[in-house]
């Protein structure tokens, strides 16, 4: 028998059978015959709203999620959260999604153990066997809130940051670090300073940022500060060194990057310095979160992000601040990222924002000082949508309403709309290609049920029958996707969906 027939086929030529077959994705699910005439009734009424043609609350969803005796780590308070939404949902589909996804990082990614008596946590992002100090933070952020009631968790993020720091030590200006630190890449003929242990070496702000909001998230959660040992304020000062250098104001800095290689967005051109800019305070960087290669190098959202990140820097230090000793490490500390944060915050004011001739003043994607700039955004976080979810104290509320109307519109060349769905992309995937990742974070932005149920809607339709989210996928069909195995993506789905289960539950039924 065919896996998809009409209904009516299968009743008039196959009376007789006692069971049907029906596929969705790559599985088959069988039932009897008197429950799928109940269900394609219910088709015919216009109920069935499942990307299968089956009501999402009747069907039986297959078991995709890795079986518990091959998972890396398991946390009884993740999977009484899991059963928490699986139970109390409406939407059946959704919840079968959400047990896959928000686990997923714990399930396939992590590789905890103690090394020289503290917690170390690897983490993967998924199918490329790297760890990325961006990826890793964003994978685990959402477990934060349930340290408190799993210790086991706490450690293992606890060893999240350590092995960051560890990896910071070892290049600030690299991105993705292998576990083993004499393991040499694959990438290790890229014309820049490649040492042992570092998968890639692409500037990126954010690759900094994120292990400063990690810690600073594990902290304000956990009351914990033993985190914040020498290692950690070692990290620290070489983050606030790198970004120093970055400024460029005395010359070139230290970094540069070249690859051979025909694709665009993976070299730095001029020498591996990029395109100029002129000195005024901002900080440059060679790549964006996409690992794609900056046109301007003053990224302006990656730019928040630092001062966001300089900004939990002052309240870390702050509280361990020692007023007998001006020269205790902490007190040290505090000093240059509070000089540091003040002018940074006024320049992202002073060049960051332009006038839009048909929005207004919203927030440039990427400058340069010389008065060019880049209206567009990446769906890559650190993005210019992601501003109120990374960095909301620090931005302009009214700059980035009118920002996030010009992104999410025809304007912004990498917003695609299509049959599928309509999103964000970036130069990474191609055209036409949108990421989850930027309709999940539209929803994690908005406080507008009809938007925020659009984005529900969006993934519920998108994931192409596996129950997981994808790096990206076509507009015009979504069974055209990049990756299978994308950690980040799927732990940022369960985030959505907890959020929105525990403030608007009644989107989920």
Known sequence: ???????????????????????????????????????????????????????????????VRVPLAQ?????????????????????????????????????????????????????????????????SSAQVWPYL??????????????????????????????????????????WKSDLTEMKPGIHE????????????????????????????????????????????????????????????????????????????????????SMFRPSDDATVFPYLIPSNIFAVNALKQIIEITKSKYNFKNDKDSFTLLYHKALKFYEPLSHLIIQEGIIDHKAFGKMYAYEVNGFGSFSLMDDANIPSLLSLKYLSKEVIDKEVYNTTRKMILSNENPFFFKGKAAEGIGGPHCGMDMIWPMSIIMRGLTSNDDKEIKLCLDMLQRTHAGT???????????????????????????????????????????
């Open 1 to 63: 028998m065919k896996s998809e027939r009409r209904f009516d086929e299968c009743f008039s030529k196959h009376l007789k059978l006692t069971f049907i077959i029906h596929k969705f994705g790559n599985h088959y699910l069988i039932m009897n015959r008197k429950k799928f005439i109940q269900l394609s009734s219910l088709a015919t009424a216009g109920m069935l709203v499942s990307k299968y043609g089956i009501a999402s609350s009747t069907i039986e969803f297959p078991v």
């Open 71 to 135: 998972r890396k780590f398991t946390s009884k308070a993740v999977e009484r959260v899991i059963s928490e939404i699986k139970n109390k949902i409406g939407n059946k589909e959704i919840a079968w999604m959400f047990e896959n996804c928000f686990p997923n990082t714990l399930d396939t990614t992590v590789d905890f153990e103690i090394i020289d008596g503290k917690p170390d946590t690897y983490v993967i992002t998924g199918d490329i066997d790297a760890m990325w100090l961006r990826d």
């Open 145 to 186: 809130p349930l340290c408190k009631e799993d210790k086991d968790l706490q450690q293992l993020i606890k060893g999240v940051v350590n092995r960051q720091v560890k990896c910071i030590l070892l290049d600030p200006y690299a991105n993705a670090f292998y576990k083993d630190a004499n393991k040499i890449s694959e």
């Open 201 to 284: 070496r692409k500037w990126e702000i954010d690759s900094l940022c994120y292990p400063i909001r990690l810690s600073y998230g594990y902290w304000k959660e956990t009351g914990d500060d033993s985190v914040f040992d020498e290692q950690w304020l070692k990290a620290m000062k070489l983050i606030v060194q790198t970004f120093k250098e970055q400024q460029r104001l005395d010359g070139k800095g230290p970094y540069h990057f070249q690859r051979t290689t025909a694709w665009a967005t993976d070299g730095v051109p001029l020498g591996g310095y990029g395109y100029p800019v002129k000195p005024n305070g901002l900080i440059c």
């Open 467 to 509: 129950g997981f989210m994808h790096e990206s996928f076509h507009k015009d069909d979504s069974n055209n996707y990049t990756r299978k195995w994308f950690a980040w993506a799927n732990t940022l789905f369960g985030e959505f969906i907890w959020k929105v289960y525990r403030e608007k539950p009644h989107l989920l039924n």
